[in-house]
């Protein structure tokens, strides 16, 4: 019988508390950026409420699959940061669970949720984008609602510019207006000016009531002789004068069936069907093509009828010059010859133009429908990628909350999001594979989770900034200094004439290492790569250096401890080979401008040790003066 532990139960419910949190904020997120791209559809055209709120309904289930990987991330990041900065975690690898044993419920969760976003997208997703771009569609069709601007001429209404000098927001009442109206064409213009009016929407909501008063109009009259010299038009004067426009204000919904043959309305069964329906149209279109020029413009040999064969075989055939045949033609004749051949080359150019625009149009229908078939599967794997991406970073970097783990989670998903938009369009564009250009996102994500779980399961140190700082240092050559200072117990005094003989011996072997190695000279290059061994000179100076510090740190006496702080900290490799593999040496050698920067640095580094031995010989003296007084 499956028994579901309390520790099972406890990560499930801080996941999943976490996760609903993070899934609407990132569904507000995105929803936002889809009614930006829209905002200009839906802004002064007066629709109902039910009409948006059916509009924001769709377009919310659209964007579930797509804030679904986000929302993942980085509620696995606050979840395992949250167990790792309160100590849970590592209180569970201390009672013997793994990581993977931690992430085991969650991981059945995760392929929980990937199920269900190609649920969205394979089922509900087709039919919620038919709705969507049909309410777009029709948001996009209906006419503004009507606001006449001051000042400026408003075009809005099909056929008519109207200028309104100033209006009366409280009665309704435009003053100073001129009409422009265009409805029986530009050439037979009406335009009227009045001093006062008023515009008024009918009951059906089909047709616009103006009231006119104390204003002209003037109309173009055609002119019988087709002189356009001079054009007659007549002048009407008129105390009010009414009259109606069309203007359809109400929304109606378009036809849905413009979305049965696009991939978006489609599910996974009917986009395949699609794919195989078309490439066999396009196999026999690119047939019919084949056989069409081989019996024209490109008509070959084996082509031809017997008879023209048997003719060919018969007569021999000698090798003709155009150009001089071209030369002993008349003028009228070179002529025909080149209009002839331009006629023809362009009318195959354009047949084959037109062919092109058939096959090319039906090829990039075909790869968008794979496009669409392989980005549902692509983005429903994305949700267990990004948690095994988000689970085991939250464990190294033990930070919860929404800082670090909402910092971290856009910066992935950002990288994602541009990794996946160039493979879409170069599978757009036809430059890469389908399935490469929709998968490429994943194939680069997919390795960073296995490293990031693997380096969490052994516990290693992959984002510790003081890792890395002290490696850049080391390869730089910057060194800590050291800070000694006085002890608040000392338990035994130094021998001070003890360490005197030894400072001076110190001394001794740092003198005979300086006259035994040119250390300010520079080094053989090829010894440099062949000789692998440690030096035990420096390590048994070094060793010394460190044992006379370690004891004489336990003075009372402040000067000596100054002292001490002047030591510098010996890197006893630094002048040696940097691998201890024989045949990298060789290799970084034999490449001469990898083996060129490390050979200079190794003999700045001998540099740097001549000078040090040279420091430890004065800080020494120094030190042998103070323990005598």
């Not at 993942?72 to 167990?83: D, R, V, Y």
């Not at 329906?277 to 490109?298: C, H, P, Q």
Request: net charge neutral; charged share 20%; hydrophobic share 45%.
């Amino acid at each position: 019988m499956l028994r579901i532990k309390k520790l099972d139960i406890f990560i499930i419910r801080s996941f999943v508390l976490l996760f609903l949190g993070t899934f609407f904020i990132c569904l507000f997120i995105f929803m936002m950026q889809f009614l930006w791209r829209y905002v200009d559809d839906l802004v002064g055209k007066g629709l109902a409420m039910s009409v948006l709120g059916e509009f924001f309904f769709y377009a919310t289930l659209t964007l579930v699959p797509t804030a679904l990987p986000l929302a993942i991330l980085l509620a696995s990041l606050m979840t395992f940061g949250n167990f790792g900065e309160r100590y849970e975690l590592l209180a569970m690898k201390a009672a013997g669970i793994s990581l993977f044993k931690v992430m085991r419920p969650l991981i059945i969760f995760s392929v929980f949720l990937c199920c269900t976003s190609f649920y969205f997208q394979n089922v509900i997703a087709p039919k919620a984008q038919v709705k969507l771009w049909t309410l777009l569609i029709s948001m996009k069709q209906k006419s503004p609602e009507l606001e006449i601007p001051e000042g400026v001429f408003y075009d809005e209404i099909e056929g008519y510019n109207l200028y309104v000098k100033h209006k009366n927001r409280d009665t309704g009442v435009l003053y100073n207006i001129l009409i422009y109206n265009f409805s029986d064409g530009f050439e037979n213009a009406h335009i009227i000016a009045a001093d006062s009016g008023r515009l008024e929407m009918t009951a059906d909501k089909q047709h616009l009531y103006l009231h006119l008063y104390s204003g002209e109009m003037f109309e173009n009259l055609k002119s019988q002789s087709g002189s356009i010299t001079n054009v007659p038009y007549r002048r009407e004067s008129f105390k009010e004068k009414h009259s109606i426009i069309e203007f359809n204000y109400d929304f109606k919904m378009v036809d849905e069936s413009f979305m049965n043959d696009q991939y978006q309305s489609k599910n996974i069964a009917q986009i395949q069907t699609s794919i195989d329906s078309m490439n066999l149209r396009v196999d026999s279109i690119g047939g019919t093509f084949y056989k069409e020029a081989k019996a024209g413009a490109y008509r070959l040999e084996e082509n031809l009828t017997k008879e023209d064969t048997l003719k060919i075989q018969t007569k021999k055939l000698t090798a003709i010059n155009t150009d001089s045949i071209f030369k002993n033609l008349t003028l009228l004749q070179k002529q025909r010859v080149t209009t002839n051949a331009l006629s023809n080359s362009q009318n195959i150019g354009n047949d084959w133009g037109f062919k092109s625009f058939n096959t090319s149009e039906t090829d990039n229908r075909i790869r968008r429908h794979e496009m669409e078939w392989h980005k549902r599967i692509a983005l429903s794997f994305a949700c267990l990628i990004f948690f095994f991406i988000g689970a085991p970073l939250g464990g190294i970097i033990r930070k919860g909350g929404l800082g670090m783990p909402v910092v971290i989670s856009v910066l992935i998903f950002i990288i994602y999001y541009i990794i996946d938009t160039t493979g879409f369009k170069m599978a757009r564009d036809d430059k890469w594979p389908v399935w490469m250009g929709m998968w490429i996102s994943s194939m680069i994500l997919a390795p960073v989770g296995v490293f990031f779980t693997y380096k969490s399961n052994n516990d290693s140190v992959v984002l510790n900034a003081d890792m890395y700082i002290n490696w850049i240092k080391k390869v730089i050559g910057i060194r800590d200094m050291r800070h000694i200072s006085k002890k608040e117990v000392i338990i035994e005094d130094p021998d001070y004439p003890q360490q005197n003989e030894k400072l001076e011996l110190l001394c001794v072997k740092c003198e005979d290492y300086i006259s035994n190695n040119r250390l300010t000279r520079a080094p053989n290059y090829f010894t440099v790569w062949t000789k692998i061994e440690n030096d035990e000179e420096v390590i048994a100076i070094n060793d010394s250096l460190e044992i006379i510090i370690e004891n004489l740190s336990n003075s009372k006496n402040v000067k000596v401890l100054n002292e001490l702080n002047n030591f510098p900290i010996l890197s006893v490799h630094a002048h040696r080979c940097p691998f201890n593999t024989p045949y990298l040496n060789i290799l970084t050698g034999i490449l001469l401008p990898i083996g060129l920067v490390y050979y200079f640095r190794i003999w700045a580094f001998r540099v740097r040790l001549y000078k040090d031995l040279k420091l430890i010989n004065k800080t020494n003296k120094e030190l042998q003066e103070i323990i005598r007084i």
